[in-house]
């Protein structure tokens, strides 16, 4: 009765994903309307507007056929590469940080972008790589020159956050290829010895002081460790339960920084509990399931590092932030993936989703334009 009523170009959309994705849209749209005080604007109708728009562009990318991202994958990649290069030459400054070209009809930030092209386009150069070549210098050496460029060029903005995630994305899409175990051992390794260097002479100030807060909020609880202390004074305040929706004090009183971006978990956390809480990281496993799913199922080789890398980056965002906001990590300026506010995170997140559709739909429909 139903498959006769609902059209079959309605039914046959991945609504596994669609609805959780909604549902969770939905919550971070409520915390956000909590956050500023009981009103839609100026996050939580934009917020959902911006949802229904990339989940449209989603939708879209699902009928592109698997042949079109191929060849797509190293044009794409050179543009975004250029246009990090153009934010080093005309980038708009904003908050100490030099991140954004502005178009004219819109502001772009092009390290965004890179975020899931990186996975792309390792997964078209590992595609038709022999075992081999794959598990040698050859398949090391250029890899590490496609992830190593545009994490200098976003380093340089600065951006350490959105650097990681490059790397994050394009090392578990290097690992899963087959390069050789002991290469990451020994670069985990190196990285050890290099991390005193890189404190001392490659971060800059405000991101020592991030590493050392994290170490200690308590020393500096009114400057450099008030983020991350009234963050940590917000979700333990919420309890099991919450202090109910549209009371949390830490937001409202705007004790709480960043309340509807980078710390909107601590927001939720503070008027929904620790139930709140539950209710996000159990929708999260949800597109994670449905995503490592879609990469086991892959029909080849390009198609799984694909799927497994887009979800990767994802995770990263999730992980990251939430780890952030509860004292486990650096504070690194990463948002929460479809509840933070902000268009440039949820046009990542959507383009990872939209191409994890379109993977899916290889597999049932080979041509991709069914």
């Not at 990339?54 to 191929?70: H, Q």
């Not at 994290?214 to 400057?223: A, I, K, Q, R, T």
């Not at 906001?325 to 504070?331: D, E, F």
Request: aromatic letters at 12%; charged letters at 10%; proline letters at 6%.
């Amino acid at each position: 009765m139903i498959a006769s009523i609902v059209p079959e170009p309605v039914a046959r959309q991945p609504w596994r994903v669609i609805l959780p994705l909604l549902m969770l849209n939905i919550f971070g749209s409520s915390v956000l309307y909590s956050a500023a005080g009981g009103r839609m604007w100026p996050w939580a109708m934009i917020h959902m507007i911006q949802f229904l728009a990339f989940l449209g562009m989603a939708v879209v990318m699902a009928r592109i056929p698997r042949e079109w991202f191929k060849r797509a994958a190293y044009p794409l990649y050179f543009v975004i590469l250029v246009l990090l290069v153009l934010v080093e030459m005309l980038g708009a400054i904003g908050g100490g940080s030099q991140r954004w070209l502005n178009l004219g009809f819109m502001t772009l930030q092009p390290s965004e972008l890179m975020k899931p092209a990186i996975v792309l386009v390792l997964a078209r150069f590992f595609d038709n790589l022999p075992a081999p070549v794959t598990a040698s210098w050859r398949g090391l050496a250029p890899a590490a020159g496609l992830i190593a460029m545009p994490a200098a060029f976003v380093i340089l903005q600065p951006d350490l956050g959105t650097a990681l995630a490059i790397c994050f994305g394009g090392f578990v899409v290097v690992f899963l290829a087959g390069l050789p175990l002991r290469w990451f051992v020994a670069g985990g390794l190196a990285g050890m010895i290099a991390t005193p260097l890189a404190y001392f002479f490659g971060l800059h100030d405000y991101q020592r002081r991030r590493v050392t807060i994290f170490l200690d909020p308590e020393s500096d609880p009114l400057g450099s460790g008030y983020h991350i202390t009234q963050s940590k004074i917000a979700i333990g305040s919420g309890g099991i339960f919450g202090k109910g929706f549209g009371n949390g004090s830490q937001s409202h009183l705007e004790y709480l920084p960043e309340s509807h971006t980078d710390f909107v978990f601590a927001t939720m956390a503070e008027e929904w509990g620790m139930l709140g809480g539950l209710f996000v990281l159990a929708i999260f496993a949800i597109i994670f399931s449905w995503g490592l799913g879609i990469a086991r199922k892959a029909p080849d080789r390009f198609s799984q590092l694909l799927a497994a890398g887009m979800v990767s980056t994802i995770f990263f965002y999730m992980a990251i932030n939430m780890m952030m906001v509860m004292g486990l990590a650096p504070v690194v300026g990463i948002p929460l993936p479809f509840m933070s506010h902000g268009g440039s995170s949820m046009m990542t997140n959507m383009i990872c989703v939209g191409t994890l559709m379109a993977i899916d739909r290889w597999r049932m429909r080979p041509s991709g334009l069914s």
